[in-house]
DNA sequence: TTCAATTTAATTGTGTACAATTTAATTACA
DNA sequence: TGTAATTAAATTGTACACAATTAAATTGAA
């Protein structure tokens, strides 16, 4: 076996687990967020929107890591299913303020339950959950 | 604060961090790839058949944890771009066997330095690199 | 003040992802 | 042997994801 076939293979990369184990995971939450009626970037809108009464998409957009050709037509979507309303600011014609419906709010409750349930799927000790993210968290802080 | 807002604070989420890094390492990837005129989940495709001479949709699947509604398009553009080569099985007809063309092959000396230019970018010491693979595995042996 | 530079969303086009279904081939078992 | 069950890809439809471009509003410097 040569060097080079030792640099890539599959089981030697850090970024494919990265790659399959996000997937797998959001396969995980599918049936808990279907109950709610959204996918797991929308629920991740919602999360901001459960913080912070109103955001602009800017806003959402460096919170999630997202840019508007995600968020606009995802926001649509949302907007159809009366989660969440946009509104153009009045101060900043530009600017899009999004904010949650009465329906999106009434999730809340919904959306408690679901990292409950998730920690309770994935078997990982509480000091393993905590490195994970610290790792994780430093790599998004460095790019 | 009550504990509704903590427990769903998107900075107390592990999946988030999982969910946006792999976005930015992947974006980190790609003009590395672009030189091969590749996608991240193409090159993972490359770096299997660099380790196996031929392999089902099925095998690539199970690598990759990708269902055939993914790599049937993904590996028709990779053979329009002329990097691999479908066959069906003549042994079972149900199969297509998938292999590199020559020109495919001839990406492997590139593509070594793709590990090497990214573990260069991302800031993380050897043992954490160990850590963060050994969890994202422990994770995907579970799912 | 004016107009060029910048900023914010939206749009366009390409490429994943994946659930659900379909099609064709193979296997298993009555 | 004949047919039901299973298997492997392909197809269909929906939803991200993102680079690149566009359009409209705002800002800033001459």
Known sequence: MNVTKNILRLSNQVCFPLYAATRQITKLYRPLLEKLGVTYPQYLVLLVLFEEETVTVKELGEKLYLDSGTLTPMLKRMEEHGLVERRRS????RVVDVS???KGRAIEKQAE????????????????????KRLLTKILDQV
Chains 1, 2 share one sequence.
């Open 90 to 93: 009045s101060v900043d014609e």
């Open 100 to 102: 949650l419906t009465n």
């Open 113 to 132: 339950k679901i990292p409950v349930k998730f920690s309770e799927e994935i078997l990982l000790e509480q000091d393993e959950f905590e490195e994970l």
